[in-house]
């Protein structure tokens, strides 16, 4: 029989994705939750292949485009921390372009490939999903010519003019990556030329920690903490405001919509 081993940093999803026929969002696990050929998508990884899994978050974001396709038809959008790219794929089903962006070669060939296998749900409305690198410990969108997922300088032009859109989900787990997230938003959006509409989704994951001695859920906090930083900034540039939203738009996909799972909208207006 098959045997998974686990390791101390394995992260498991909360996910999984039982697709009966290849023409369904995502390809199908083999026997040991892992992907086979053509098969994209992971239910175990090591902490640092979180991308690789599909997480709730991502289904929170997609059942909000399905359920006001008005808002996002037509937008230029940014995802960040696409993973496996469900969530783009489904915003380009409305949506004109998405720019779905992550790190790391192996990750956004895996969601290349997710994005070629799912081309036919886009087509009908015309969209598309450009998978492209972005890191949020850089400063600057990778625009070198050799570079697979690598900018054109009309995609960074297209960027910066038509966004009004910007997704991410399940991205803030680790303080460090949140703070650097942030900055990342806040460098794109003062960029943008138009009012700019971000939605975050987070998971607020509770732990005992031996530093509290209590249940405590740092990652959240530093997230909460981040976006009160948001709204607060007053630099003359770009004025943001932050807003929770209730999920209580209709639910299209199979998961388990638990309390936990929140939507943030933060609104970038240039002032
Ligand atoms: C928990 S996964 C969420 C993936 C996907 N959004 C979902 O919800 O299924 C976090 C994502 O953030 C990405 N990420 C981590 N560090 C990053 C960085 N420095 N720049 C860009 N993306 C990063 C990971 O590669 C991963 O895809």
């Not at 469900?86 to 409305?94: Q, R």
């Not at 460090?176 to 990342?184: G, M, P």
Request: aromatic share 8%.
């Amino acid at each position: 029989m098959d045997q998974i081993t686990f390791h101390y940093d394995t992260v498991l999803s909360d996910v999984h994705l039982l697709l009966p026929n290849s023409r369904h969002l995502m390809a199908r696990l083999n026997r040991v939750g892992q992907p086979g050929t053509g098969e994209q998508h992971t239910m175990a990884t090591p902490l640092e292949d979180v991308g690789k899994q599909v997480w709730r978050g991502a289904f929170l974001l997609a059942d909000l485009i399905l359920s006001q396709p008005t808002t996002f038809r037509g937008a230029t959008v940014l995802e960040l921390g696409a993973g496996t790219g469900l969530t783009s794929v489904v915003m380009a089903t409305v949506a004109k372009t998405v720019y779905c962006t992550d790190v790391g070669e192996d990750l956004l060939s895996m969601c290349q490939k997710n994005v070629t296998l799912n081309r036919h749900l886009m087509e009908p409305a015309g969209g598309e999903v450009r998978v492209r690198l972005l890191d949020w410990l850089r400063h600057d969108l990778c625009t070198d010519a050799d570079a697979e997922f690598g900018w054109t300088e009309d995609e960074v032009a297209d960027l910066h003019d038509n966004t009004t859109i910007i997704i991410a989900a399940d991205v803030c787990y680790d303080d460090d990556l949140t703070d650097a997230l942030f900055r990342t938003l806040y460098r794109i959006c003062n960029n943008l030329r138009l009012p700019c509409t971000t939605y975050l989704s987070i998971e607020k994951r509770l732990n005992f920690t031996l530093r509290h001695l209590d249940i405590s859920c740092e990652a959240y906090d530093h997230f909460r903490h981040c976006l009160c930083e948001m709204q607060e900034l007053k630099d003359g540039r770009t004025c943001f405001t932050v807003e929770q939203v209730k999920p209580s738009f209709p639910q299209c996909l199979l998961y388990e919509r638990i309390e936990q799972l929140e939507l943030w909208k933060v609104t970038a207006v240039p002032v």
